[in-house]
């Protein structure tokens, strides 16, 4: 077994591979940038090498400071995590000449799996069926035009060397093709260094499911089932779940046969995965073979009861695999939600800043016997850079079925706290109270078609109003007869707390009375239903749990201003419980219109500005492209909502903007 491994990544997955190498007795080496000097991956490593300035390109992605860490600190292993240099065929070859074990597949593998094009003609000769597409190189915009015509729109524009959504568009005519072509050229020469593209037909209504493999050197190759990763947004996962809802047994099993003949082919060790596009009829289609760990690999690990990092570890280091297929049982029901920091109140765009405020759930198996799990890389206080990936977190849950997993992950989501910037866990708990997802009717498409316009928060329905109106009166009470205790106030001026109220939330208005009966407190609504209500509140908490009519809610609360804010479920909203005077009041208070932007560009999102198309005095039409703002690696094409003119352009390209400053004017 080896004695030091060191982990040539960061965030995250860097400190889920040093906590199995800890419990293995393994001694472990972080490398950092500039930006994660603090970062919490240096703080739980054994040693730590600083490998250079904050961009990836320049420290993380440099095979030599990945080396000249491993000089200096005598590692005798290595394992790349996923991104950066997993998939890199050289930094494996380098190692292999450095005398150091690379905790992965062999490079032949690596080199025939990473590359998509080459990838899909083996995959076809190794009997696995293949999506129709042109797997040869690319020149330029026009002929990726001509021959996404003569595949058929609509079509999926993919880097050759591609992964994480980065370097694929989706196009359904010409225009859409070449410019989704050049996009994705962009994006794939910056996150991978190769600009190679290739194209292929785009399924419709698709699930995107994977097959999770694992092989030593001793020719063993057996599948650990399947994760379904059809919830997408701009090509990225957002949430997984093992097993999927929506393979039998037939399909899983002639999956799991092909993607271990494909690794069999190749000659494959380590974990490994293979992603297959799943149509209505369960037809499935090769896409491509990851040769590392996944992101999502802890809805296998939670299903199967495996650690597939000490796995990975383990065959590395020359072992067996000490089980066979039969022996691999999937029980119960595991999900992934991905925490990013991006703002889903303003489409998804990124999000950074410090995180003034991180308390996740507690975990552990709870007290229903579902299990929480929650693998990250930041710490409260710690920043968000505009560097890297903007994932914060992988909140997994796993319950004795799926109803129970997603009821447990419902739960988990609304006790995460996050504070300081823009996060989606709104947007996850929205989801989780969805119909369609509960039934497990799930596609690529599913965010697209669910959230047609964006996600402009969760509108609560009649009971969940009620509900939130008892828990802000609660908190009202709870704040009113504290004020009413301070000492030193006048005698005949004391606060005198009362239990009629008027509660305004969501557009919805409710007359209420407080009170305390012998089987404890209750708040009465005008029409006489009452609702019983006990909490833990108190002035100061901002996370607390409510019963509400015997419903247990973990409720987010806030005080802002003189209203109270409250999110559960993915509803937020700011509730006001005022006495029926000062509400009769409120009422003829005018109501304050927003500034009129219409005649802006505004920057989304902290970001370069790479790119500005237009100048002033320029007419441009709807959908026309004006500039291209690139952050956490992605690049984001801004266009024109309505045909207008130009007036000024206020910034030139190569400027760092933060949300909001001023892009360009039109008349």
Request: proline letters at 4%.
């Amino acid at each position: 077994m080896f004695k030091k491994i060191l982990i040539a990544n960061r965030g995250e997955i860097a400190c889920r591979v040093i906590r199995t190498a800890k419990k293995l007795g393994i001694a472990t080496v972080a490398v950092y940038s500039d930006a994660d000097r603090d970062a919490m991956h240096v703080r739980l490593a054994d040693e730590a090498v600083h490998i250079g300035p904050s961009p990836s390109s320049q420290s993380y992605i440099v095979i030599d400071k990945i080396l000249e860490a491993i000089r200096k600190t005598g590692a005798d292993a290595v394992h790349p995590g996923y991104g950066f240099l997993s998939e890199n065929a050289a930094f494996a070859e380098a190692l292999e000449k450095e005398g150091v074990a690379f905790i992965g597949p062999p490079v032949k593998a690596i080199e025939a799996m990473g590359d998509k094009i080459t990838s899909k003609k083996l995959a076809a000769k190794a009997g696995v069926s293949t999506v129709p597409g042109h797997m040869g190189l690319i020149e330029d915009a026009d002929e990726a035009a001509r021959i996404a015509s003569s595949i058929g729109f609509p079509v999926m524009i993919k880097a050759s060397a591609g992964g994480g959504g980065k370097g694929m568009r989706i196009a359904w005519n010409e225009r859409e093709a070449r410019e989704g072509f050049q996009s994705s050229k962009n994006e794939a020469k910056s996150s991978f260094g190769d600009d190679r593209i290739f194209i292929e037909k785009f399924v419709t209504e698709p699930r995107h499911i994977e097959i999770q493999v694992l092989g030593d050197k001793h020719g063993n190759t057996l599948y650990l089932g399947e994760r379904e990763c059809s919830i997408q947004r701009r090509n990225q996962k957002v949430i997984e779940e093992a097993p999927s809802p929506f393979l039998d047994e037939t399909t899983r099993r002639a999956m799991g046969e092909q993607a271990v003949a494909l690794a069999k082919a190749v000659g494959y060790h380590s974990a490994g995965t293979v992603e297959f596009i799943v149509d209505a009829e369960r037809n499935f289609y090769f896409l491509e073979m990851n040769t590392r760990l996944q992101v999502e690999h802890p809805v296998t690990e939670l299903v199967t009861g495996l650690d597939l990092v000490e796995q990975m570890i383990r065959v590395a280091a020359g072992e067996k695999l000490s089980f066979t297929q039969d022996d691999v049982k999937l029980e119960g029901w595991a999900i992934e939600s991905r925490l990013y920091a991006e703002d889903p109140y303003r489409n998804f765009l990124p999000s950074i800043g410090r995180l003034t405020r991180y308390r996740p759930p507690e975990e552990g198996r709870q007290d229903d016997d579902t299990v929480i799990r929650n693998d990250t890389g930041v710490f409260e206080g710690g920043e968000i850079s505009m560097y890297y990936d903007p994932m914060i977190a992988k909140l997994c849950a796993w319950g004795p079925d799926r109803a129970q997993a997603v009821e447990a992950m419902a739960k988990a989501l609304d006790a995460f706290e996050v504070e300081g910037i823009g996060h989606n866990l709104p947007f996850l708990s929205a989801v989780m109270q969805q119909e369609r997802f509960r039934e497990g009717r799930l596609t690529t498409a599913y965010i697209a078609e669910e959230f047609t316009d964006g996600f402009q928060g969760v509108t609560p329905d009649e009971a969940a109003a009620m509900k939130l109106a008892a828990v802000a009166v609660t908190v009202n009470q709870a704040l009113q007869e504290r004020a009413s205790q301070i000492s030193g106030t006048i005698g005949n001026h004391r606060r005198i707390v009362g239990h009629d109220w008027v509660t305004s939330l969501a557009e919805r208005e409710f007359q209420m009375t407080s009170g305390v009966s012998a089987d404890g407190a209750y708040v009465r609504f005008a029409d006489e239903r009452a609702i019983s209500v006990a909490s833990d509140w108190v002035p100061g908490r901002t996370l607390a749990t409510f019963n509400i009519d015997n419903q247990s809610m973990a409720v987010k609360v806030d005080l802002v201003g003189t209203g109270i804010r409250l999110r559960w479920r993915g509803i937020d909203v700011v509730a006001r419980v005022r006495s029926p005077r000062v509400a009769e009041l409120a009422r003829l208070m005018p109501k304050k219109l927003p500034p009129d932007t219409s005649k802006m560009l505004l920057c989304p999102m902290p970001g370069v500005v790479t790119s500005i198309t237009v100048k002033a005095g320029d007419t441009v039409e709807a959908g026309q492209s004006l500039a291209v703002v690139e952050a956490m690696k992605m690049e984001n094409i801004l266009r024109a909502e309505k045909r207008a003119t130009v007036k000024r352009v206020a910034i030139a390209a190569g400027a760092s903007l933060a949300v909001d400053e001023l892009i360009m004017e039109f008349e």
